[in-house]
């Protein structure tokens, strides 16, 4: 059985396209990415939140947003903040390690 994982960061140009490019590897994983903003490269949509199994943010203001524009279907959805700050590039050495360091330990 697959786990299906949201990535979601602001725009998701760097931090989330880099998370999904990283664990889309996995064949236990079902992995996509989207932004919070009107503006990102994929917006998060209500289609995203019903698939998912578990939801990785950012930041804190990711889930906040997230809870504000899907209210019933976040109700219960299992959300990790990862803390991860927008200072990376995409596939940026540090932050693969950072997500590599941070996501398994929530999915096992």
């Known amino acids: 059985m697959t786990t299906k994982i949201l990535f979601?960061?602001?725009r998701n140009q760097l931090r989330s396209?880099?998370?999904e490019k990283v664990f889309s590897r996995s064949p236990d994983l079902e992995v996509?990415?989207?932004g919070t903003s009107p503006r990102a490269r994929r917006t998060v949509g209500q289609a995203d939140i019903l698939w998912v199994d578990v939801i990785f943010v950012m930041e804190t203001k990711h889930r906040s947003r997230l809870a504000a524009q899907f209210p019933r279907a976040m109700q219960y959805k299992a959300v990790h903040v990862l803390e991860i700050p927008d200072d990376y590039k995409f596939m940026d050495p540090e932050l693969v390690e950072i997500?590599?360091?941070a996501v398994p330990p929530i999915l096992d």
Do not use: I, K, N, Y
Request: charged fraction near 15%; charge should be neutral; aromatic fraction near 0%.
């Open 17 to 19: 396209p880099t998370a």
């Open 8 to 10: 979601v960061c602001s």
């Open 99 to 101: 997500l590599e360091a």
């Open 32 to 34: 996509r990415s989207g």
